[in-house]
T-cell receptor, first 110, second 115 residues
Framework: QKEVEQNSGPLSVPEGAIASLNCTYS??????FFWYRQYSGKSPELIMS????GDKEDGRFTAQLNKASQYVSLLIRDSQPSDSATYLC??????????FGAGTRLFVKA | KAGVTQTPRYLIKTRGQQVTLSCSPI?????VSWYQQTPGQGLQFLFE???????NKGNFPGRFSGRQFSNSRSEMNVSTLELGDSALYLC??????????????FGEGSRLTVL
């Protein structure tokens, strides 16, 4: 079982729709959870971090964490073509190691 | 505030050679992590350094090594290069406090091609 699992996609949504990205992790001791966005040919950039159960909103982005279910999600409201990228779920598992999922490719159609 | 700087950005080597990559973290960040990114494997954790100490190492052969200097700059070395080492090598710095490594800030990467 992979430590951090994501649906590789591609996920295609029309402009203005909500994009929902999901991630599960295996280490129950994981402490911190992150979403990174990576455009083609670029390095990953942090878009959201979440540390406790519940929702965290930042602009059009909402991260959701459920530690009991070992589940993290990212919602992107009012999706724009500029949101087309690969979204990486990352989990700090302790031991000073952050593990990344394989990423979900998102396409937003104009 | 300057970001994470990686050098060189691109390099081509032949099998059997060795390579050294450099990373300068964001000022004030003492934690540096290295990752290998390939299309098939995604981002794979190589190692993490804090205050010149390697705190964790990923599942890579001993040909992959690294170190961190007193100014938090880090280098990684790959010896006896193999074709499969062709990848984007990413360095990320973090403001680590105690036992927690926080958000990672990535450099632009060093793209290594092994012929």
């Amino acid at each position: 079982q992979k430590e951090v699992e994501q649906n590789s996609g591609p996920l295609s949504v029309p402009e203005g729709a909500i994009a929902s990205l999901n991630c599960t992790y295996s280490d129950r001791g994981s402490q911190s959870f992150f979403w990174y966005r990576q455009y083609s040919g670029k390095s990953p950039e942090l878009i959201m971090s979440i540390y406790s159960n519940g929702d965290k909103e930042d602009g059009r982005f909402t991260a959701q964490l459920n530690k009991a279910s070992q589940y993290v999600s990212l919602l992107i409201r009012d999706s724009q073509p500029s949101d087309s990228a690969t979204y990486l779920c990352a989990v700090f598992t302790g031991g000073f190691k952050t593990i990344f999922g394989a990423g979900t490719r998102l396409f937003v159609k104009a | 505030k300057a970001g994470v700087t990686q050098t060189p950005r691109y390099l081509i080597k032949t099998r059997g050679q060795q390579v050294t990559l450099s990373c300068s973290p964001i000022s004030g960040h003492r934690s540096v992590s290295w990752y290998q990114q390939t299309p098939g494997q995604g981002l794979q954790f190589l190692f993490e350094y804090f205050s010149e100490t390697q705190r964790n190492k990923g599942n890579f052969p001993g040909r992959f090594s690294g170190r961190q200097f007193s100014n938090s700059r880090s280098e990684m070395n790959v010896s006896t290069l193999e074709l499969g080492d062709s990848a984007l090598y990413l360095c990320a710095s973090s403001f680590s406090q105690g036992s927690v490594t926080g958000e990672l800030f990535f450099g632009e990467g060093s793209r290594l091609t092994v012929l």
